[in-house]
């Protein structure tokens, strides 16, 4: 009696996985015209006995003309920071002739990890996730096998495109830039459990230390720092000895660091140097202004919409993490240390 064909003969006679060959044979998104076919071809050439009425049914996720931009309420909220990338994602998206839909996920659609119904009915062509949601709500966006990719978030549990800031690089000059100005008691601000981002920030802070022979000093290192005056007042008004330069993840936190300082009457930049990341608004308004690591909004959204119609093309190469590099501006918040 002949053996039974089944899905992962015809993966392996193409040399791709067995889930690429279910996605093929059912209708289901997540793998080109061109494999679809192809794959088609070689089960009907094995003898792999399937249900046409389920695999010849009509394919419309390519043809959509939908592309999704999502994000959480708070990621949509920070203006200063993501305006840009989107409004750069709504143009490219529309050189292309594609409707952008957009829809932020709120605190409850995450913890129930309900999605927007265009993604969940598969009306879209491929999927923009701007910074992160959870990692178990990016999972059941990926498990719907619509081409998706991540804007300035990654994690190691999720096998996914993503266009990232080069965090640790960006970290590093950025403390660089204080030590070659003669600090060396250098404190870091930033809650790193919040996104890794800032927990790869740090990876930077500690590599430019240890790269210039200085031990980091515990004290100085505020790792779950929130982004509330009160608590940053009181870390600063604590410290056993004041630290001569300030490294913030981020430009929130670096204004209020500048503020806290000169509230317990530390001068900005005479006393002690503040380096923040990010170029947003609040580096520009803050007095003095703030040295900071600018990133280019505009190539994260270029970055991700080439990424995503090119994944869309190619269902079966292997993921691909695009870092951007981050360029120090300075300004009046660093000096040379007395």
């Known amino acids: 009696m002949a053996k039974k064909v089944t899905m992962q003969d015809i993966a392996d006679q193409l040399n791709i996985s067995k889930n690429s060959v279910s996605q093929a044979l059912t209708g289901k998104p997540g793998v080109s015209d061109e494999l679809r076919k192809l794959v088609h071809q070689v089960a009907k050439e094995l003898g792999y ?3 046409r009425s389920v695999t010849t049914r009509s394919y419309n996720q390519v043809q959509s003309g939908n592309i999704a931009l999502i994000a ?17 994602i709504e143009e490219e998206v529309n050189k ?28 879209v062509d491929g999927v923009l996730i701007l910074s992160h949601i959870s990692n178990e709500y990016i999972q059941k966006v990926l498990d719907t096998g619509i081409p998706t990719v991540l804007i300035d978030h990654h994690h190691p549990s999720i096998h996914a495109d993503a266009i990232l ?3 640790r690089f960006g970290a590093y000059t950025a403390v660089q830039h204080l030590i070659e100005l003669g600090h060396k008691n250098i404190a870091f601000v930033g809650d790193t459990s919040f996104s890794p981002s800032y927990q790869e920030r740090l990876e930077g802070f500690l590599l430019a230390l240890k790269d210039y022979g200085i031990e ?33 993840v981020n430009d929130g936190l670096g204004y209020l660091i500048t503020s806290g300082l ?4 530390i001068q900005v930049p005479s006393d002690a140097s503040v380096c923040s990341f990010d170029n947003g608004q609040l580096s520009q308004l803050s007095t003095p202004s703030i040295t900071t690591m600018d990133i280019s909004f505009r190539a994260f959204g270029q970055n991700a919409i080439e990424k995503l119609f090119w994944r869309m093309e190619n269902p079966e190469q292997p993921y691909q993490e695009i870092l951007l590099p981050a360029t120090l501006i300075k300004r009046d918040s660093t000096k040379k240390k007395k």
Request: hydrophobic fraction near 30%; glycine fraction near 4%; aromatic fraction near 12%.
């Open 96 to 123: 292309r002739n594609k409707n952008l839909l957009i829809q932020s996920i709120n605190k409850q659609s995450k913890e129930s990890l309900t999605l927007p119904s265009f993604i969940e009915n598969k009306e």
């Open 49 to 51: 006995k399937y249900n």
């Open 216 to 248: 980091p000093t515990q004290e100085y290192l505020l790792t779950d720092a929130p982004e509330e005056s009160n608590v940053l007042n009181h870390f600063i008004g604590e410290l056993s000895k004041q630290p001569s330069a300030w490294f913030c």
């Open 72 to 88: 959480s309420d708070f990621a949509f909220s920070m203006k200063s920071f993501f305006g840009e990338i989107y409004l750069t």
């Open 165 to 167: 800031t080069n965090n």
């Open 262 to 265: 000169q509230q317990h009457g």
